[in-house]
Nanobody, 132 residues
Framework: QVHLVESGGGLVQTGGSLRLSCAAS????????MGWFRQAPGKEREFVAA???????YYADFVKGRFTISRDNSKNTLALQMNSLKPEDTGVYYC??????????????????????????WGQGTLVTVSS
């Protein structure tokens, strides 16, 4: 069973930076697409960024140029570097993976957000608060 644990959340001022990390255990996720989602208070969970096994990435429009997703397959970890943070970036950030043999070595990352409700590995979330 895959276990994902996020860390790195916290309180930061507008314009500041945070780096989120996601540590995976229980299974080697190096061949699967992984991503970040977030949920703001009172809102639905939304896609933030994803990265496939070879490093191809895909971002939501509202984070392009500010956030960078990366992974270290040797350590089974995922990261999200967040710069130029805005109050609207506040929310709980979740790490997720699509641990399905159907999507091993997936080349195209863009379908990943559409599978949000079918992803079978989720972390518990880490809270990011951006003050104005």
């Amino acid at each position: 069973q895959v276990h994902l644990v996020e860390s790195g959340g916290g309180l930061v001022q507008t314009g500041g930076s945070l780096r989120l990390s996601c540590a995976a255990s229980g299974r080697d996720l190096s061949t699967y697409t992984m991503g970040w989602f977030r949920q703001a208070p009172g809102k639905e969970r939304e896609f933030v960024a994803a990265i496939n096994w070879s490093g191809n990435s895909y971002y939501a429009d509202f984070v392009k140029g500010r956030f960078t997703i990366s992974r270290d397959n040797s350590k089974n970890t995922l990261a999200l570097q967040m710069n130029s943070l805005k109050p609207e970036d506040t929310g709980v950030y979740y790490c997720a993976a699509d641990v399905s043999d159907t999507y091993r070595y997936e080349d195209y990352v863009t379908p990943f957000p559409g599978r949000q409700n079918y992803l079978n590995a989720w972390g518990q979330g880490t809270l990011v608060t951006v003050s104005s």
